[in-house]
Structures are given as C-alpha cells and as structure tokens.
C-alpha cells in the first residue's frame, strides 16, 4: 500500500478520519464528493448506502439536501473535499436557507486540489469555510483539527441536532485509490434498494 | 392572449394547471431560481403543506438536488428560466451518469417581446444545450399546451425515467412588467 507519501503538513490522516465518521454507522446515509473523498468512503468499508460521486463536482452538498428531504427520518452525510465545496459554496447559503436537522456537511480539508496536481485551493489561501456555512446560517458548525474532535462529528452525523457543518484538518499526501463501483445507475439502484425504494 | 399576459406575477389559470399536472404526477418537491413565469407554482408550493420548496442561488444545485430527492424515493422539479439552463451543463451529466429521472419547466426569455437583448444568446441556445446533454426538450407555445405538456413529461420523467425539459415560451408570459 503507497501510503502518506509526500506528506507535508501537520493535518489528520484522511483515511484515518473517515473510518471513524464511518464506524457505527447505524442507518446513516452518505454521499460522497468526487475524487478522494469517494475513495476514502470506499477505503472505510464499501456500504449500499453510500452514493458515490465520480462526477457532479460541486453538487455533493445539494444532493443531500435532497435525499435529506426525502428521507428525513435517516441520518444524511455528505462527506467532500475543498475545492468540490467551494465550486458549489452557494450551496451553503441553500443548505441554510432550510437546514433538515437529518442533514451535515463534512468538509476533509486539506487547502489543495488533490487530484489534479496538489494545487493551492481557496481554502489554502484564506477562505475560511466554517465562517461561510455560519454566516450562512447552519444550526452547528464545528471543526476538527485532532481524532478527539473527530470523534466528537461522528456523534453529531447521527445526532439530529439542527443541520450541520464540519471541516477537519486533513494533511495533503498520496493514497492508494480505493475505486467504488462507478457505474452511476448501478450505484443509485443498490442505494435506492437499500432503502427499500 | 389577454388572459395569459394580465399579470407577470402569474395568477392566470394554465399556470394553475401547470402546477396541479406536476403535483397530480407525484411531485411534491419543487426546486427553483426565481422567474416571474414560475412566480405562481413557487407561491403555491410555498403555500402547500405537502410540497416543500426550496430556493436556489444556481440552477445547477437543483439539478443535484432533484438526484438526491430521487435517490431518497422523492420527485422534485427544477423551475427556471432559459438563462439558468447553461449553468446546468456539467450538473445535467449526473443525470445520465446515473440514469436518473429529471423533470424542469423553463420560462424563455429572449425570444418574443424581450425588453432585455442580453437574455437573447442563452435563450437562443437553451434547446441545444439540454439536448447535448441529454434531456428531451419540449415546448409549449399555448396556454393548453403547457398543461398539456406538463402532464405527459412528469410521466415521462418519473414513468419512463426520460430526463425531460419542457419550454414555455416567452409568448405565454409576455412582455415583463415592474
């Protein structure tokens, strides 16, 4: 396993944080933003309710809006990147204007496009996404820079407690890609099944 | 006409229809940028306790939007205008990626009576763009088609799981007022 190579800053082990904000997931659902965070949600454990993003850069957040008005008595995660975040910010202010308290927003940030070349992202130079999702009006915003406060948005993906955002500290580096199904109808009919759909 | 172009912030009766075809059709979950042809169906949806409606800052989020709903067993609409169809482009490809239903009602500008020259390039190119990426464009110039075509493309959407626009042109609005 290519591991941490290239590793050069001070943040979480991503791979580490999503298998804690995976485990006991009860019946929590999860839409995962394209590139890395579908391949550390696949990494955790490949679950049929995981809907996989290969795609749709910047509408991972607005896709668990709608399946958090649609299946309001589950628990709904959306767990992305920086930049799938930030191409789709004005979600935020959507999210906001209705806030499902089944529904948080988990942002692994690491300030760079990771897929494309470790490139600065906006967050990397000065965008400050918890700031956004509370001036947006999310119920709880929170962050986490250790596993403890990892811990601690686990708990809160499960606790309906108000619609919420999360961005935990995640260092920059390489992993071995862990590749979900990526047949798009396929991933929509076992999580629709799963639901009983 | 007189009865379609009274008030641009819609009270007349086929935008009633319209929004009844959709609801009749199971839709209960209406995602929108706001467009004064659009103005009844969003007052309504708001009104309507079995309906949720949910405002957009682009039109893309509620192409994600409607996949998710889909995903979780909902059926929602996008409204929009035509201008709010480019900014859907790249969102549209999850719709075929996975395969989902996708039903929205586009309001033209640029194409009849426009006070608005700068709305002409995007409603010129709106029926080309949803059909590059797909979706089967529809359109009604009548205020009996537009009902018409409402009923039958909530069922092609959600029966046969055809992504879907349907265009009321600009004619059924009219010129916009302040």
Redesign the interface.
């Known amino acids: 396993m290519v591991q941490n190579q290239n590793m050069h800053s001070n943040g979480l082990d991503r791979r580490d944080v999503v298998r804690a904000l995976m485990s006991d997931r009860g019946g929590l ?1 999860a ?1 995962t933003g394209l590139g890395s965070p579908t391949w550390d949600v696949a990494a955790a454990g490949d679950d049929d309710r995981n ?1 996989y ?8 957040a ?10 309001p008595d589950r628990s709904v995660c959306v767990i992305t990147g920086d930049g799938e975040m930030l191409m ?1 910010i ?2 935020l ?2 999210i906001g ?2 806030r499902p308290v089944n529904l948080s927003v988990v942002v692994l940030d690491n300030g760079h496009y990771g897929e494309t070349g470790m490139q600065r992202s906006h967050t990397g130079l000065g965008t400050d996404l918890c700031a956004v999702a509370r001036a947006c009006g999310l119920d709880w915003v929170t962050e986490a820079t250790d596993m403890v406060g990892v811990e601690t948005v686990r708990r809160r993906l499960h606790g309906r407690e108000g619609c919420g955002f999360a961005r935990i500290a995640i260092a920059t580096g390489e992993y071995e890609r862990i590749l979900p199904e990526r047949d ?2 396929a ?2 009919t076992r ?2 099944t799963a ?1 009983g ?1 | 006409m007189a009865t379609t172009r009274q008030d641009a912030t819609g009270t007349t009766s086929w935008q009633d229809g319209v929004y009844e075809a959709l609801r009749a059709g199971g839709v209960d979950l209406f995602a929108y940028v706001p467009d004064a042809g659009h103005a009844r169906a969003i007052r309504r949806a708001h009104a309507d306790p079995d309906v949720e409606a949910v405002v957009l800052t682009t039109e893309e989020e509620g192409v994600a939007l409607a996949c998710g709903a889909w995903a979780g067993g909902r059926r929602a609409a996008l409204l929009m205008q035509s201008s709010g169809v480019g900014n859907c482009i790249n969102m549209l490809g999850l719709v075929q990626s996975g395969r989902f239903p996708f039903l929205t009602l586009v309001t033209m500008r640029g194409e009849w009576e426009e006070f608005n020259p700068w709305q002409e390039p995007m409603g010129r190119a709106t029926p080309a763009v949803l059909e590059a990426m797909g979706v089967t464009v529809l359109r009604a110039t009548t205020p009996d088609e537009a009902v018409d075509l409402a009923r039958r493309a909530t069922a092609m959407a959600f029966e046969d799981g055809t992504p879907v626009a349907v265009l009321l042109s600009q004619q059924l609005i009219g010129r916009k007022v302040w």
């Open positions: 659902l839409v809907f993003l290969w795609g749709a850069m910047g509408g991972a607005m896709m668990g809006l709608g399946l958090a008005l649609a299946q789709g004005g979600a202010a959507t204007a209705r798009g109808a991933i929509k999580f629709r639901l759909l």
